[in-house]
C-alpha cells in the first residue's frame, strides 16, 4: 500500500515527526522556500503591474533538484500532506509546493504542528483542511509590495546618496533611529537639585512645600530651604497598603526578543535562531522533542491542556495558593496568528531536567522562557507597601518601602524581577512623634535627553506602532546594521552620516509613504487580506498608483549624487577617477565609465595567519569568496589550494597531523574529530 508524503521545511524536523508517525508515512523537507519572484518585466519587479499585479516565480537557485525529488515522492505517495510552519509565510510555502508538485485537491491536504511532539503531531495529522488562500494572498501581497517599495527606492538611493537600499519597514526603523538621535542632539539640559534627610536606617527626600509640589533649580534656592530645616522631623502620616504584584503574560515574539536582549545579552537573530532549534527538535535521552511551541506568534493565548498540566503541577510542587489565573489578550491588541504564545512543550520538562542535552545559549532560552509561562498562571505576589512623610518646617519628606508578604509567581520568577524587600524601621518607637536625621544633604542634578534605542526599545517601539509582524523584526535590525546605516554602541543605536542622509532624502520626496502612521495602515490592510475583507491585487493597486509617480518625480527633480574625486586622472582615457562603491567596499574607476571601463588596481595588502601546511613557501591569508564570505587560503593559488572556513591557529592536531582551527573561541582540528 502506498504510502502518504509529509513535507515539512525543515531538514530537522524529518527526523523527530518521522518517529511519531512510523512506517505509513515518509516525511521530507522542502529545506525552506523553493520559489521567489523573478526579476523579469517592467522594472526587474517580477510581476505585471499592468495585469492585476500577476506575480512571475522562479526556482530558487539549488532548489530544482529538491523539487524533482519531491515530485517523484508525491507521485508514489497516497496522499501529500503539506506540513510548513503555522504561519502565513508557512502557508505560502504550502501553496508553492502545490502549485510547483502539480497536485491536485483531491490528493493533498493542509496540517500544521504548533509544537513538535508526539502527541500535537499525532493530533494534528488528522487535522487536515485545505491552504487558506487569504493568507498565501496576504503573504504573496506583503513580498510584492516589499518587492516595489525594496527595488524602487533602492534605485533612487543608490543614485542619490551614498547609501544602498531602502525598505518599507525597514526605513522606518531607521527614521526613529534618526528621530531620537535629532532629539538628543537638540535637548537642552535643565539643572534641578534634590535634598535628602539621612537617617540610621533610612533617608527621606524632600517633596513637597506646604503639600504641594515643589521643585529645586539651583543652589541658591536650595541652600535656602537647607537653612530653614532643622534636624528634628515629625512624623506626619504613617500609610501601609497591600498590593497585588500581577505576573506578565507568556511570551510572544517581540517580548520574547526584548527580554533576551535585556536579559541575556541575545540579538534578535541569535534568539530567533535558537528559538528555532528548541521548537525543531532537541535529542534528549530517550526522544527528540521540540521543547518550545512556535516562536513567531502574537498571541498570549495558551492551550487548555497546557493550562491544565500547568495548574496541577504549580498546586502539586508550590501549593494550592500559589495556583493564579489565565492571562487574557486586551481587546485592542493587534493580534494576528491565531496559534499560541511561546511555550514549554511540557511543564514537566523543567529546565534543570534537559540542561544536559542544550548548549548554554540554548538552555539560558528555554529557562527565560519557561519560568515566564509558568509565571504567568502562577498567583500574584502580595507586597505591602510602606509610605511615611515627614515633615520639618512645612516642608515634606518621603521615604517608603516595601516587604513581600506572599511571594506568589516569584516564586519562580525572581531571578529575571528585581524585586526586593525594602525595610523602613518601626516608627513607633520614636517618642512624641519626633525623628532626629543624621544629616541633611543637597545633590546637583541635570535632566538627561531621551534614551538612544536598543535592539530591544526598537522592536518595543515598532510593535506598539503596529509595524511589521513577529518573523521580520530580527531581519530589519539585521538590515540597517549590514547597511551601514547605523552603529552599536553600548547596545544602543546610534545613526551613521549615510543613515542620516538617507532618511533625509526619503523625507524629502517620500514623507508621505515612509512614515509610522502609513506603514501602520499597509499592515492593516494586509491583516484584511488576510482575513478575506480586501481583495489583494486592489491593495496593491491602490499603493501603486500614489508611489510610482512620486518615484519617478524624485528620481527626475533630485540632483544625481556625484562621486568623489581622487584628484588623479585616468591613464587610459584622461577623465578624472572617482571612488565608487562595489559589493566588496570602495574602489577607483573612471567616471567615463560605461566608455571608459579603467578601474584602478591597489596593491593588496595580505593579513598573514600562518605558513600554509602544504606548500614550502605559501602563506595562509585572509580571502573573501565570490559572495562576500570570509575564509582563510594560500596565496599560492591556484597552485596550492589549502582553504579553510574556521580561521587556522598555525598548531597540528596531535592525532592526524591536520591544521587546527578556531571558532567563536572554540579550537578544533580541520580533518578529524579532536578538540582541545
Same mark, same amino acid.
Given at each position: 500500500m502506498a504510502k502518504k508524503l509529509v513535507i515539512v521545511e525543515s531538514p530537522t524536523k524529518v527526523k523527530s515527526i518521522s518517529k511519531y508517525l512510523g512506517s505509513d508515512y515518509i516525511v521530507s523537507s522542502s529545506k525552506g522556500h523553493i520559489r521567489d519572484l523573478s526579476t523579469k518585466g517592467k522594472f526587474g519587479l517580477g510581476v505585471d503591474v499592468d495585469n492585476h499585479f500577476k506575480p512571475d516565480y522562479k526556482v530558487i537557485k539549488g532548489k530544482k533538484s529538491v523539487i524533482n525529488e519531491l515530485k517523484k515522492e508525491a507521485e508514489k505517495a497516497s496522499k501529500v500532506i503539506l506540513a510548513t510552519d503555522p504561519d502565513r509565510e508557512g502557508e505560502a510555502i504550502s501553496w508553492h509546493l502545490y502549485d510547483a508538485l502539480g497536485l491536485t485537491d483531491d490528493k493533498y491536504s493542509r496540517v500544521t504542528f504548533n509544537e513538535i511532539t508526539?502527541? /500535537? /503531531?499525532?493530533?494534528?495529522?488528522?487535522?487536515?483542511r485545505k491552504i487558506d488562500k487569504n493568507l498565501v494572498n496576504s503573504q504573496e501581497a506583503r513580498r510584492i509590495l516589499d518587492r516595489i517599495i525594496g527595488f524602487r527606492l533602492s534605485k533612487f538611493i543608490k543614485s542619490k546618496t551614498d547609501g544602498s537600499s531602502a525598505g518599507r519597514v525597514q526605513s522606518v526603523a531607521l527614521k526613529l533611529i534618526v528621530d531620537r538621535e535629532r532629539e538628543i542632539a537638540a535637548f537642552q539640559s535643565e539643572e534641578y537639585w534634590t535634598i535628602t534627610a539621612d537617617f540610621n536606617d533610612f533617608s527621606a527626600d524632600l517633596f513637597n512645600y506646604k503639600h504641594k509640589d515643589i521643585k529645586v533649580n539651583n543652589e541658591s534656592e536650595a541652600n535656602d530651604i537647607l537653612n530653614k530645616l532643622s534636624k528634628a522631623f515629625e512624623i506626619e502620616s504613617i500609610d501601609k497598603k497591600v498590593k497585588s504584584k500581577n505576573s506578565k503574560a507568556p511570551y510572544i515574539t517581540s517580548t520574547l526578543q526584548q527580554d533576551a536582549s535585556n536579559k541575556l545579552n541575545m540579538s534578535s537573530s541569535k534568539t530567533m535562531m535558537v528559538a528555532q532549534k528548541l521548537y525543531e527538535g532537541i535529542d534528549l535521552e530517550d526522544e527528540t522533542v521540540g521543547l518550545i511551541t512556535y516562536m513567531r506568534t502574537d498571541s498570549i493565548r495558551l492551550s487548555n491542556d497546557f493550562i491544565?498540566?500547568?495548574?496541577a503541577f504549580i498546586e502539586g510542587k508550590y501549593g494550592k495558593e500559589y495556583t493564579g489565573t489565565v492571562k487574557k489578550a486586551k481587546n485592542t491588541d493587534n /493580534? !494576528? &496568528?491565531?496559534?499560541?504564545?511561546? =511555550?514549554? %512543550?511540557?511543564?514537566? =520538562? %523543567?529546565?534543570?531536567? /534537559?540542561?544536559?542535552?542544550? %548548549?548554554? &545559549?540554548?538552555?539560558k532560552l528555554y529557562r527565560l522562557i519557561y519560568y515566564r509561562a509558568l509565571a504567568s498562571l502562577m498567583a500574584s505576589a502580595k507586597v505591602e507597601g510602606t509610605t511615611v512623610i515627614l515633615n520639618n518646617n512645612d516642608y515634606q519628606f518621603k521615604a517608603t518601602g516595601q516587604i513581600i508578604v506572599f511571594d506568589g509567581y516569584l516564586k519562580v520568577y525572581r531571578d529575571y524581577e528585581d524585586t526586593k524587600d525594602i525595610i523602613l524601621p518601626p516608627f513607633d518607637k520614636y517618642q512624641s512623634n519626633i525623628i532626629v536625621s543624621n544629616d541633611i544633604t543637597k545633590k546637583q542634578h541635570f535632566t538627561e535627553p531621551p534614551a538612544r534605542y536598543t535592539e530591544a526599545s526598537l522592536i518595543k517601539a515598532l510593535k506598539e506602532s503596529g509595524i511589521g509582524r513577529p518573523s521580520t523584526y530580527a531581519t530589519i535590525i539585521s538590515n540597517i546594521k549590514k547597511r551601514g546605516y547605523v552603529n552599536l554602541e553600548k547596545k544602543k543605536f546610534i545613526p551613521t552620516d549615510i543613515g542620516f542622509e538617507v532618511t533625509d532624502r526619503l523625507q524629502e520626496c517620500f514623507a508621505n509613504l515612509i512614515n509610522v502612521e502609513y506603514t501602520a495602515n499597509m499592515e492593516n490592510d494586509l491583516d484584511k487580506i488576510a482575513e478575506g475583507k480586501e481583495i489583494w491585487y486592489e491593495v496593491l493597486e491602490d499603493f501603486y498608483k500614489e508611489f510610482e509617480p512620486t518615484v519617478e518625480d524624485a528620481l527626475e527633480k533630485l540632483p544625481k549624487k556625484e562621486a568623489p574625486e581622487t584628484g588623479e586622472m585616468c591613464p587610459e582615457c584622461g577623465h578624472p577617477l572617482v571612488i565608487r562603491k562595489g559589493r566588496y567596499g570602495e574602489f577607483v574607476a573612471?567616471?567615463?565609465?560605461?566608455?571608459?571601463?579603467?578601474?584602478? !588596481?591597489?596593491? =593588496? %595588502?595580505?593579513?598573514?595567519?600562518?605558513?600554509?601546511p602544504n606548500c614550502e613557501d605559501g602563506k595562509i591569508v585572509e580571502k573573501r569568496s565570490k559572495r562576500g564570505k570570509l575564509f582563510y587560503g594560500c596565496n599560492n593559488w591556484p597552485n596550492c589550494q589549502t582553504a579553510y572556513w574556521d580561521k587556522p591557529t598555525g598548531e597540528k592536531c596531535p592525532e592526524c597531523g591536520s591544521m587546527l582551527t578556531e571558532k567563536n573561541g572554540k579550537v578544533k582540528c580541520s580533518n578529524c574529530d579532536f578538540k582541545k
Amino acid at each position: 500500500m502506498a504510502k502518504k508524503l509529509v513535507i515539512v521545511e525543515s531538514p530537522t524536523k524529518v527526523k523527530s515527526i518521522s518517529k511519531y508517525l512510523g512506517s505509513d508515512y515518509i516525511v521530507s523537507s522542502s529545506k525552506g522556500h523553493i520559489r521567489d519572484l523573478s526579476t523579469k518585466g517592467k522594472f526587474g519587479l517580477g510581476v505585471d503591474v499592468d495585469n492585476h499585479f500577476k506575480p512571475d516565480y522562479k526556482v530558487i537557485k539549488g532548489k530544482k533538484s529538491v523539487i524533482n525529488e519531491l515530485k517523484k515522492e508525491a507521485e508514489k505517495a497516497s496522499k501529500v500532506i503539506l506540513a510548513t510552519d503555522p504561519d502565513r509565510e508557512g502557508e505560502a510555502i504550502s501553496w508553492h509546493l502545490y502549485d510547483a508538485l502539480g497536485l491536485t485537491d483531491d490528493k493533498y491536504s493542509r496540517v500544521t504542528f504548533n509544537e513538535i511532539t508526539p502527541k /500535537v /503531531v499525532k493530533e494534528e495529522i488528522n487535522h487536515e483542511r485545505k491552504i487558506d488562500k487569504n493568507l498565501v494572498n496576504s503573504q504573496e501581497a506583503r513580498r510584492i509590495l516589499d518587492r516595489i517599495i525594496g527595488f524602487r527606492l533602492s534605485k533612487f538611493i543608490k543614485s542619490k546618496t551614498d547609501g544602498s537600499s531602502a525598505g518599507r519597514v525597514q526605513s522606518v526603523a531607521l527614521k526613529l533611529i534618526v528621530d531620537r538621535e535629532r532629539e538628543i542632539a537638540a535637548f537642552q539640559s535643565e539643572e534641578y537639585w534634590t535634598i535628602t534627610a539621612d537617617f540610621n536606617d533610612f533617608s527621606a527626600d524632600l517633596f513637597n512645600y506646604k503639600h504641594k509640589d515643589i521643585k529645586v533649580n539651583n543652589e541658591s534656592e536650595a541652600n535656602d530651604i537647607l537653612n530653614k530645616l532643622s534636624k528634628a522631623f515629625e512624623i506626619e502620616s504613617i500609610d501601609k497598603k497591600v498590593k497585588s504584584k500581577n505576573s506578565k503574560a507568556p511570551y510572544i515574539t517581540s517580548t520574547l526578543q526584548q527580554d533576551a536582549s535585556n536579559k541575556l545579552n541575545m540579538s534578535s537573530s541569535k534568539t530567533m535562531m535558537v528559538a528555532q532549534k528548541l521548537y525543531e527538535g532537541i535529542d534528549l535521552e530517550d526522544e527528540t522533542v521540540g521543547l518550545i511551541t512556535y516562536m513567531r506568534t502574537d498571541s498570549i493565548r495558551l492551550s487548555n491542556d497546557f493550562i491544565g498540566e500547568a495548574f496541577a503541577f504549580i498546586e502539586g510542587k508550590y501549593g494550592k495558593e500559589y495556583t493564579g489565573t489565565v492571562k487574557k489578550a486586551k481587546n485592542t491588541d493587534n /493580534v !494576528q &496568528d491565531a496559534h499560541e504564545a511561546i =511555550r514549554p %512543550t511540557s511543564i514537566k =520538562r %523543567t529546565p534543570e531536567s /534537559v540542561k544536559p542535552y542544550l %548548549t548554554n &545559549d540554548e538552555f539560558k532560552l528555554y529557562r527565560l522562557i519557561y519560568y515566564r509561562a509558568l509565571a504567568s498562571l502562577m498567583a500574584s505576589a502580595k507586597v505591602e507597601g510602606t509610605t511615611v512623610i515627614l515633615n520639618n518646617n512645612d516642608y515634606q519628606f518621603k521615604a517608603t518601602g516595601q516587604i513581600i508578604v506572599f511571594d506568589g509567581y516569584l516564586k519562580v520568577y525572581r531571578d529575571y524581577e528585581d524585586t526586593k524587600d525594602i525595610i523602613l524601621p518601626p516608627f513607633d518607637k520614636y517618642q512624641s512623634n519626633i525623628i532626629v536625621s543624621n544629616d541633611i544633604t543637597k545633590k546637583q542634578h541635570f535632566t538627561e535627553p531621551p534614551a538612544r534605542y536598543t535592539e530591544a526599545s526598537l522592536i518595543k517601539a515598532l510593535k506598539e506602532s503596529g509595524i511589521g509582524r513577529p518573523s521580520t523584526y530580527a531581519t530589519i535590525i539585521s538590515n540597517i546594521k549590514k547597511r551601514g546605516y547605523v552603529n552599536l554602541e553600548k547596545k544602543k543605536f546610534i545613526p551613521t552620516d549615510i543613515g542620516f542622509e538617507v532618511t533625509d532624502r526619503l523625507q524629502e520626496c517620500f514623507a508621505n509613504l515612509i512614515n509610522v502612521e502609513y506603514t501602520a495602515n499597509m499592515e492593516n490592510d494586509l491583516d484584511k487580506i488576510a482575513e478575506g475583507k480586501e481583495i489583494w491585487y486592489e491593495v496593491l493597486e491602490d499603493f501603486y498608483k500614489e508611489f510610482e509617480p512620486t518615484v519617478e518625480d524624485a528620481l527626475e527633480k533630485l540632483p544625481k549624487k556625484e562621486a568623489p574625486e581622487t584628484g588623479e586622472m585616468c591613464p587610459e582615457c584622461g577623465h578624472p577617477l572617482v571612488i565608487r562603491k562595489g559589493r566588496y567596499g570602495e574602489f577607483v574607476a573612471c567616471s567615463n565609465f560605461p566608455k571608459c571601463k579603467y578601474i584602478k !588596481q591597489e596593491p =593588496r %595588502t595580505e593579513n598573514i595567519i600562518c605558513a600554509c601546511p602544504n606548500c614550502e613557501d605559501g602563506k595562509i591569508v585572509e580571502k573573501r569568496s565570490k559572495r562576500g564570505k570570509l575564509f582563510y587560503g594560500c596565496n599560492n593559488w591556484p597552485n596550492c589550494q589549502t582553504a579553510y572556513w574556521d580561521k587556522p591557529t598555525g598548531e597540528k592536531c596531535p592525532e592526524c597531523g591536520s591544521m587546527l582551527t578556531e571558532k567563536n573561541g572554540k579550537v578544533k582540528c580541520s580533518n578529524c574529530d579532536f578538540k582541545k
